[in-house]
């Protein structure tokens, strides 16, 4: 679903933690990180994020993902 680098983007947006882990978060995780990046806040308590909200999660990443591959080749 998701390459290295996104996931490893997405867990230094979306966790308290700085820290990446040695391994890949699960797909569970994934999931509910993209719909809270766009805007999910599971306030009815069922653990499931919409489609909306996970798309537009998921736009937002590749936009941060985006201007991470810019810069970096900006710097080269």
């Not at 680098?5 to 867990?11: G, I, N, V």
């Not at 919409?50 to 080269?76: D, I």
Request: glycine letters at 10%; hydrophobic letters at 40%.
């Amino acid at each position: 679903m998701l390459t290295g680098e996104e996931w490893r983007l997405l867990w230094l947006s979306s966790s308290k933690k700085r820290r990446l882990p040695s391994t890949p978060p699960t797909l569970q995780w994934a999931y509910q990180a993209l719909g809270r990046l766009g805007g999910w806040t599971d306030s009815k308590r069922t653990g499931r994020v919409g489609w909306q909200a996970l798309w537009r999660g998921y736009l937002l990443l590749h936009q941060r993902w985006l201007g991470w591959k810019l810069t970096t080749a900006m710097k080269m």
